[in-house]
């Protein structure tokens, strides 16, 4: 499949920012973590910003964008729409637990009730991006059951090591949640690995024979219906190099798990300015890193138009 | 809306028969000077006459090897819409453009709510939908809706542009959600399949396999051809100043 950027980046975006939306919610409503004004306004900030930002990214994918209101109605069948309706109606908890938290500096009550309200809508909405690629028949490498958890552990990676980054920056941060960004980071390196382990020992009960109805014998393509590259081709059609594709896995696991993991230890270690240091080159270390993850997770997944092409 | 209908009325479909298809292109271009001026008119083509030309077709013909114990030979193999009855093409499309007609099976884009997010494409396991970059919408075979029921055509021209113009008779329309229609009769007399089945799509198009070879035909040795001689003389002349 070919890795559009505007995907890449909304997927991976907007995973951290639901990741940390979900965390300053139900963690900040109750008053775990403490209402701090410029603490709140920043992570809150960064958290709707990703939000938005990545929201933002995904219409530069369509053709019609300014048609993209349509996409609200057909919830009842389709995971993207579902995707839309979930990411707005979030929104609204998200501003109200907001507005409480950060502007108020309240916790409990209706805040923690905004807050877990907006903690729920943003896992049911990595739900339905995450459910968007696994129900796609087409692509084997994502219709797995390694696809949705998928998506909700890299988002709570994410937004935890986010979170971890926004509380050693304002000096509040704690054992407890560098304890748990690193804990989020080795499941997360943990699942890709199991996710590429899978997906290489896949074998596809789809060929050339069924795709042609061609039962029995060899089925090889020796000519296209057409010379140049179509819009199947370049959309479905993307192929990378064995090479760069082993490449790209070890850039992978180095900058979204290994780096953060490590810098993680060292602020344990470190007091305050250095901990919040390393806790930041973290978190931006493993944007970096799950940018390439889903850039691969495009790149390596093979749809079965190709089987006509003979690729 | 993007929900499948229960049942259709009919499932009107095509037959394609990989035995009698010559490759000759002739549904294609039917296919495209009819669609471009129709349901989902224009089919846009992007630099026609340059270097990387691209554009929208909705039926395209493939060939291939197909090698078995008996042998090897050239099947050609037309590939468009399938109008599957559990087509996630629909279900995925978080428009309503996408759908599938309750009366005879027809799945269609409705342009005028299509956001262009080609989701439908990426959920299609045949690659029968093409994105118009020009226009930012998807399209597809209508199974010439426009044709079918045109009362301006006369009644034997009321088929799919690329049955009207096959010229072996390979492409067969009907309605196949009637076992006694001819072309159901067809598929059962010749075990027409469907493609990919293990995806759970359920198309309505049915391919027909090649038939076995026949071991009936004579066979026919010619003699073996003698080998030229250089010749003297004036055509000896003549025959090295032409192999110059």
């Known amino acids: ?311 | 809306m993007t929900c499948l209908p229960a049942r259709t009325e009919r499932k009107l479909g095509l037959v394609i028969d990989l035995d009698t298809c010559v490759g000759c292109q002739a549904c294609v271009t039917a296919c495209k000077e009819w669609n471009t001026g129709g349901h989902m008119a224009p089919l846009t083509d992007i630099d026609p006459y340059g270097g990387h030309a691209d554009g929208v077709w909705f039926n395209r013909v493939h060939s291939y090897e197909y090698t078995t114990e008996l042998g090897g030979r050239t099947v050609n193999f037309p590939r468009s819409c399938l109008h599957c009855e559990t087509p996630a093409c629909v279900t995925v499309c978080p428009t309503g453009a996408s759908y599938k007609r309750a009366s005879d099976g027809i799945v269609l884009v409705d342009e005028s709510k299509c956001i262009g997010c080609k989701l439908c494409s990426w959920a299609c396991p045949y690659g029968a939908r093409e994105f118009d970059a020009d226009v930012g919408v998807m399209k597809k075979c209508t199974l010439c809706v426009d044709r079918i029921y045109n009362d301006n055509l006369a009644e034997e021209d009321r088929v799919p542009a690329c049955v009207a113009a096959c010229p072996t008779s390979a492409r067969h329309f009907g309605d196949l959600g009637d076992p006694d229609s001819a072309i159901s009769q067809l598929v059962e007399e010749r075990g027409g399949v469907a493609l990919m089945p293990e995806l759970g799509y359920k198309p309505t198009n049915r391919y027909l396999p090649p038939r076995a070879r026949s071991e009936r035909a004579a066979r026919v040795d010619a003699p073996a051809l003698e080998p030229i001689k250089a010749e003297g003389g004036f055509l000896g002349w003549i025959d090295r100043m032409l192999s110059n």
Not at chain 1, 32 to 44: E, N
């Open chain 1, 1 to 311: 499949m070919h890795p559009a950027f505007s995907v890449v980046f909304f997927t991976t975006a907007t995973g951290a920012g639901y990741g940390l939306l979900a965390l300053l919610g139900a963690l900040g409503g109750v008053g775990f973590i403490p209402a701090d004004f410029w603490l709140g306004f920043v992570g809150m900030a960064l958290a709707l910003g990703l939000i938005v930002a990545g929201l933002l990214s995904s219409t530069g994918h369509l053709g019609r964008p300014e048609r993209a209101w349509r996409a609200f109605s057909q919830w009842r069948s389709s995971w993207l729409s579902r995707e839309g309706v979930a990411s707005v109606a979030t929104f609204i908890p998200a501003v109200l637990f907001g507005i409480g938290w950060v502007f108020l500096g309240k916790s409990g009550g209706w805040v923690a009730a905004a807050g877990s309200l907006a903690a729920a809508g943003a896992v049911v909405t990595v739900c339905t991006t995450g459910m968007i690629y696994a129900s796609l028949k087409p692509v084997a490498q994502w219709h797995s059951r390694y696809t949705l958890p998928a998506y909700l552990i890299f988002a709570a990676m994410t937004g935890s090591v986010l979170a971890n980054a926004l509380l050693q920056g304002f000096e509040l941060g704690s054992a407890e949640m560098l304890a748990w960004a690193l804990l989020a980071t080795l499941a997360g390196w943990v699942w890709k690995l199991a996710t590429w382990r899978y997906n290489d020992r896949l074998e596809i009960p789809t060929n050339a024979n069924t795709a042609t109805g061609l039962a029995g014998g060899t089925v090889r393509s020796i000519e296209w219906p057409h010379t140049e590259e179509n819009y199947l081709l370049k959309e479905m059609g993307f192929r990378i190099a064995r090479k760069h594709s082993a490449k790209l896995r070890w850039i992978t696991q180095a900058l979204a798990f290994i780096a953060p993991a490590v810098l993680l230890v060292i602020a344990f270690a470190l007091p305050w300015p250095f901990a919040a240091i390393a806790s930041v080159l973290a978190a931006v270390c493993q944007l970096a890193g799950m940018l390439v993850e889903r850039w691969l997770f495009f790149a390596e997944a093979k749809h079965t138009v190709t089987l006509y092409y003979g690729r």
